[in-house]
């Protein structure tokens, strides 16, 4: 902010690095690897909630998958549109990607309605018609990562490089977070009731940002 | 979820009516009203977190302020996309209202860069241009709510109908919403470093389904 706004003054790109000193002095110890590191660490950016680095969990090979699939030009499908809005699109073009959401559809509604399940759930069937590296951000509904779950270990769709399994809330949400980290794919996921639309996002940034060999826009 | 999934099923209007309930009973004693308590809810049911319950500061007439001007068609303001894509529009536009974010114009980027200032902070300038009764949402930059103040406090900008300053983070986030509560202007905050893009857009919704006498849409 500028000296007229009376708080210290602290540029654009000094807010981000002091933010992440910071979190970096406060986290202190824990096991995660150095990759997975940088993911904690950018959901507490955008969570300010240190909780996180107990709740996150990775498959063993989650995040060079997920790197790998976005630098082949993967295409995030997420189960909302504030994910798909808080995505660096600059970064995830750069590679030739793009971002998915089939939520607000007009037919995904009509069916979900017809089928009394939710739109989420429908939305993530929808992504059975898509080609090439897929990487799936879901950070709200529990529905749409126990049906894109269920999906893979039917054989609807295959195994996506990478899911991020993030809802939140307090229905079934604890419940399909476990059912991702025990499905046969790569998951990212924040066990417990925690999670969101910002939560999924960070994780893709952090991954963008890594695959991008640590270029960083400026917020 | 449907029976093939495995979980419990519950329908989609289920799901949200037993998270509240699930709230309810977890909240336990508070001291806000009933219309602050809708609001504190929702921001619960966004995040899963609790801390809420302390952290959520109400100006005397922050709630009945922002559904009147809510209830005559009010421009929300947003700081980022995810906020303004986290809100629910049908029902927003069912009073004459709109979304505006101004955080992805090129003349902003342009403007934050040449002024080593952030690109909310120039955001947030732009809505000087706006007529009509205005709700500020921001849910990210604790820049863009420092310079909303400043803008109120020297009249810059006449004093909107309500803003909801809940930045997330660790660098003056704190501060900004101290500036915003002791500001002449009516606020919902949420103290300390938590908020979130979610926040921001639970409590522009929680204010949505109250102006329309509790109807709400099927998530």
Redesign the interface.
Known sequence: ??A?????Y???VE?EK??FE??SEELGEHNFNPTEELVVKRVI?????FDYATLMSFTDHAIEAGIAALQKGATVVCD???V???INKRVLESFGGEVRCFIADPDVAAE??D???????VAMERATSLSGPLVFAIGN???AL??LI?MIEHDVIAAPALVIGVP??????V??KE?AIAAPVESIVSR???????VA?AIVNALLYQASGGRRE??
């Open positions: 902010m500028s007229m706004d009376g708080l210290s602290v540029s654009p807010i002091k933010s910071i979190i950016h955008a969570t300010a909630d909302t549109t504030m798909a809005a808080g979900a309605r089928r009394d399940v939710t739109r989420s759930a509904a529990p529905t126990v049906r269920r939140v809330g307090f229905v079934n949400v419940e399909s059912l417990g009731r925690k999670g969101g639309s910002t996002a400026a917020r």
